[in-house]
């Protein structure tokens, strides 16, 4: 299979869709393709934030450890998912574990170059601003959806 | 056989009974006296349309447990079958308990079938989506068995269930095996998980964005609780499908399910005629009045 | 029409004697308990003679007439669907055997052959209403069938219009046009008191042939014509029914059912007098022992909150849903389902809401302020 370049992957994306070539080219100077095995663990919670992933193929979920109880398992994330925001806010810091459910490619961002980019071309900024405001716009409807617990108990919960 | 009122059961005797999670059971039934004859005198009623055992994916039976009172269950079995009539019924108040309770050899009441059913010959040339929230997997079992024999008909058939928790998904060995089953994609995803859950987490929208079909050639048929089909059938509608090419069903109080206790009204639908299945075009206005 | 004829209060006696001599249970209008209501009856002697009734929002009172009118007022708190669709009744009974056989034995539908004396046209207009809702469909009720099937209808044609009467607007009266055997129209004047009467029917026909009568004479048309033209223009209430459907499926979010609601008590009164009303409840009961179990029908009313229940609540949980549910249905989504109305007018609603709701003052307020 021919290596594609970071960028080509960039303009891939749905995350990136609608960007300028440049601008392309500016997040692709802060990628890198890396592949997670079964069970490796993309990020922890409390570790700093530099990074982001987007899924390019492969599953994961964001879990919490709890004592004595294992880790529990928040969500999932599949193909064209974002992975992770708080590159982007302080302090920085990642809020949960993210743990690859099998092998998982994923382009992985060094949030601290595309923040600096970011502050250099305000422009840039806006857009990515925009694309992560509607990921979690997504995340947050969804996650308050599988809070209500439409499903309900069994009978008489 | 004598011809009986639309409010008289027939007996049915429970053939088998087997538990999908805590509080939910599949009964299979079968006529007490056996065949298929219709309840119904030529003439009084069109015999065809008031034979349990014939139906149409979608439609229900009234269940009567004997002293207890009937409810509303959907059929949930294969339609083209030649076996018992199945029906997956969650114990959420006395009758569906009774009727849950029923060991092999219990006779239960049956009226029906009754209601409109899942357009499948819509689908022809089409992409079928069937998303399925909990309990409602079982009305779409019949049209998902129906879609599977007739799959050469289809552009494509997507199965999305989703569930509170991996305990309380139905059909465990069935969606086992339709996850190899080439004739279809299969999507499942839970609320909330238990240790050893190695599928999905989250709510069954965040399914349909990946999803393998063509919006713009599509149908889809969606059963689950009220909040999670309103936010199905958006999540459809944003990904370019057609409202009326997206069904949904209907969930009303029904006493006589022959359009005459006036209690499964949803403006001018009775649930039990013109529903429960109902494409969104038709019902959208009413859907969304609170408290209609 | 051909069969016409006019006769007295003898007549009308006779009448009702050979109705019940053809094995008719004779009902027909009464007063009891301060309201004049149906009940059965042997004659004249036991029509409300010299009274007529004052209705409004909330108010039915009975007022001496000076006259003999036997039938100078509008219409009580019942009406016919009580004796075609009542209130009470057993479906069905089963036994479980010892072995565990359920055996369903259903109770035979059968009625008394009913003959209504003084069957109002809007009442006419209820009963083919509920024909339709209950024999039309693809499960006729028999219960309703057998009771209907043999009933012998006297019609009046009004010559009083009451205080909350609309028949006009829903064109549905004060004159019957169709729907009965015989059809009276009272007449009191300087030439005596007495019924200009008309057969509707073969049978009716035939029973108008049997009875001691005159010659219906041009005055006596006009006459019975001027009665039930003055019934025409003193009605109580009017409703707009142009564009009413569309009116209230545009307007289900319309401030008024917040108003209303704030005076409606949910009583279901209205629809327990409502003569197209046919909601109903089923109950299934069984004895201790577990070995005999009946199924009941009742009257059962869109206020409860039991109408709507599903999983663990009920679907209009407000009072504001429950009488928009009324009345949209009565006056709008009705004519989908079965191509009518559903409201004929005859007031009975407005004259028995303990707070004087009155429908057509509802749909006059979401229209004069609606949203197009």
């Not at chain 2, 114990?91 to 009441?109: D, H, K, N, W, Y």
Request: glycine content about 10%; proline content about 6%.
């Amino acid at each position: 299979m021919p290596m594609r370049s970071i960028e080509d992957l960039v303009g891939e994306l749905p995350t990136f869709a609608g960007l300028s070539p440049a601008q392309r080219e500016l997040i692709a100077g802060c990628g890198s393709n890396r592949v997670f095995e079964a069970g490796e663990h993309l990020a922890r919670e409390g570790d700093a934030a530099d990074a982001f992933f987007v899924i390019r193929h492969g599953r994961v979920a964001l879990e919490l450890a709890a004592p004595a109880k294992g880790p529990l398992m928040i969500s999932t994330l599949g193909e064209g998912a974002v992975v992770g925001w708080s590159w982007l806010f302080p302090p920085h810091r990642w809020s949960f574990d993210a743990r690859a459910l099998e092998q998982t490619r994923v382009v992985a961002f060094d949030g601290a170059c595309l923040r600096g980019k970011c502050d250099a071309d305000h422009e840039l900024g806006y857009e990515l601003m925009q694309r992560f405001a509607a990921v979690m716009l997504d995340r947050l409807q969804a996650t308050r959806l599988q809070l209500l617990d439409v499903y309900g108990g069994p009978a008489g919960e | 056989m004598s011809a009986a009122g639309p409010m008289t059961p027939r007996p049915f005797r429970v053939v088998s009974r087997r538990q999908e999670t805590e509080d939910t059971w599949t009964l299979a039934l079968e006529p007490v006296g056996g065949g298929a004859a219709s309840t119904f005198g030529p003439g009084q009623f069109n015999p065809g349309q008031f034979n349990p055992g014939q139906f149409n994916p979608g439609q229900f039976n009234m269940i009567y447990a004997f002293g207890v009172g009937e409810v509303p269950i959907s059929i949930s079995g294969d339609p083209g079958g030649e076996g018992p009539l199945e029906h997956t019924v969650r114990a959420v108040g006395p009758v569906s308990a009774a009727i849950c309770r029923a060991e092999p050899g219990t006779q239960l009441g049956v009226r029906g079938p009754f209601g409109s059913s899942w357009p499948l010959a819509s689908a022809t040339g089409r992409h079928a989506v069937i998303v399925a929230g909990g309990i409602g997997l079982a009305p779409l079992r019949p049209a998902l068995l129906g879609a599977l024999a007739e799959r050469e008909r289809l552009a494509g058939l997507v199965l999305l269930c989703g569930g509170r928790s991996p305990s309380q998904l139905l059909y465990r060995e069935q969606l086992e095996a339709w996850r190899d089953d080439p004739r279809l994609e299969l999507g499942v995803t839970v609320d909330s998980a238990e240790p050893g859950w190695l599928g999905n987490v989250g709510v069954v929208t965040t399914l349909i964005g990946a999803a393998p079909f063509d919006p713009a050639n599509a149908v889809a048929f969606i059963v689950g609780p009220e909040v999670m089909m309103r936010f199905t059938v958006d999540a459809l509608l944003d990904r370019g499908m057609d409202p009326a090419d997206v069904h949904v069903s209907i969930e009303r109080n029904m006493k006589c399910a022959v359009t005459q206790c006036g209690r499964c009204q949803l403006g001018p639908t009775f649930a039990c005629r013109e529903g429960a299945v109902m494409s969104y075009a038709a019902i959208e206005p009413f859907f969304r009045v609170r408290e209609l | 029409m051909s069969d016409q004829a006019t006769i007295d209060r003898a007549g009308l006696d006779e009448l009702i004697a050979i109705l019940s001599r053809r094995g008719h249970e004779v009902v027909g209008p009464t007063v009891r308990d301060g309201a004049i209501v149906y009940d059965e009856i042997s004659g004249c002697d036991a029509l409300p003679a010299g009274w007529t009734d004052e209705q409004d929002g909330g108010s039915y009172r009975l007022r001496r007439r000076d006259d003999e009118a036997l039938f100078g007022y509008a219409v009580g708190p019942q009406s016919w669907k009580r004796f075609l669709h009542p209130p009470e009744l057993t479906l069905w009974r089963a036994r479980r055997g010892a072995d565990g056989e359920l055996e369903v034995s259903e109770e035979p539908p059968e009625a008394p052959s009913y003959a209504f004396i003084g069957v109002r046209s809007c009442e006419l207009h209820a009963i083919a209403i509920q024909d339709r809702v209950l024999m039309e469909g693809a499960f006729p009720d028999p219960f309703y069938r057998a009771r209907r099937e043999g009933a012998f209808v006297v019609a009046v044609n009004c010559t009083v219009a009451g205080g909350t009467c609309f028949c006009v607007s829903m064109e549905t009266g004060p004159k019957a046009d169709s729907g009965y055997d015989l059809a009276l129209t009272e007449v009191i004047d300087e030439s005596g008191h007495y019924f200009v009467c008309e057969a509707g029917s073969e049978r009716g026909a035939e029973v108008l042939a049997e009875l001691p009568r005159g010659e219906a004479g041009p005055e006596a048309l006009a006459a019975a014509e001027a009665g039930v033209a003055r019934a025409a223009a003193s009605q109580g209430r009017t409703m707009e029914t142009e564009g009413i459907k569309e009116l209230l499926y545009d307007n289900l979010d319309h401030p008024r059912w917040d108003e209303v609601s704030e005076r409606c008590l949910t009583c279901g009164n209205c629809t327990m007098v409502c003569p197209t009303c046919f909601c109903t409840t089923v109950e299934d009961t069984s004895d201790l022992a577990g070995e005999t179990a009946e199924r009941t029908r009742q009257w059962d009313s869109c206020f409860t909150l039991d109408f709507s229940y599903v999983h663990g609540g009920s679907v209009r949980s407000t009072p504001k849903s429950r009488y928009r549910q009324w009345m949209t249905h009565k006056l709008a989504t009705w004519i989908d389902q079965f191509g009518t109305s559903g409201c004929v007018g005859c007031g009975r609603c407005i004259t028995w809401c303990p707070v004087a709701i009155d429908i057509t003052e509802e749909v006059a307020a979401i229209r004069a302020d609606a949203v197009d």
